[in-house]
């Protein structure tokens, strides 16, 4: 497995979609560890019909949003600069309606009364999961009639 280099670590992909396709709606995955999101992004993009956009830094997500069609936004929860609910609220502000799944690899459990105050967060997935979960909350949660699912494989739930 190869690694990005150094330098590309806190760049963000918003100039290269992973992928490419007919859906206009974009996932975007927000993560300080770099190479799982690269991974992620690659399996996503393999196999929904959709572009898929990294980033890095929260705020550098928060800066492109404008730039893109959003559909899904899957986010960590520990980060530098902003925790996942931060991020959350501000991404919310601008971009209302979208639907977020908050991934981490900390013990977070939501009551019913801290999911109502995040409306636009649908589903908490705790690391390790396999990238089908991902893709299937994305599925399950996409904004459009049409989910970008034309040839993804997610019978090995």
């Known amino acids: 497995m190869n690694f990005p280099p150094a330098q590309s670590l806190f760049k963000n992909t918003l100039d290269t979609p992973v992928s490419t ?19 992620l992004a690659q399996l996503l993009s393999d196999n929904l019909n959709c572009p898929v956009f990294t980033f890095a830094r929260p705020q550098d997500a928060l800066d492109a949003f404008p730039q893109l069609d959003v559909g899904m936004i899957v986010t960590d929860f520990y980060m530098p600069q902003l925790n996942g609910f931060e991020f959350i609220t501000q991404a919310s502000a601008i971009l209302p ?7 981490t690899g900390h013990a977070i459990d939501l ?10 967060l649908k589903s908490v997935l705790h690391k390790p999961f396999l990238w089908r979960r991902v893709a299937t909350e994305i599925l ?8 970008p699912i034309e040839h993804a494989d997610l019978s090995l739930l």
């Open 21 to 39: 396709s007919r859906s206009k709606k974009a996932i975007v995955i927000v993560d300080d560890e770099t190479s799982y999101i690269d991974l």
């Open 97 to 103: 309606g979208v639907p977020f799944i908050l991934i």
């Open 111 to 120: 009551t019913a009364e801290e999911f109502a105050q995040f409306p636009a």
């Open 140 to 147: 399950k949660f996409w904004p459009e009639e049409h989910p």
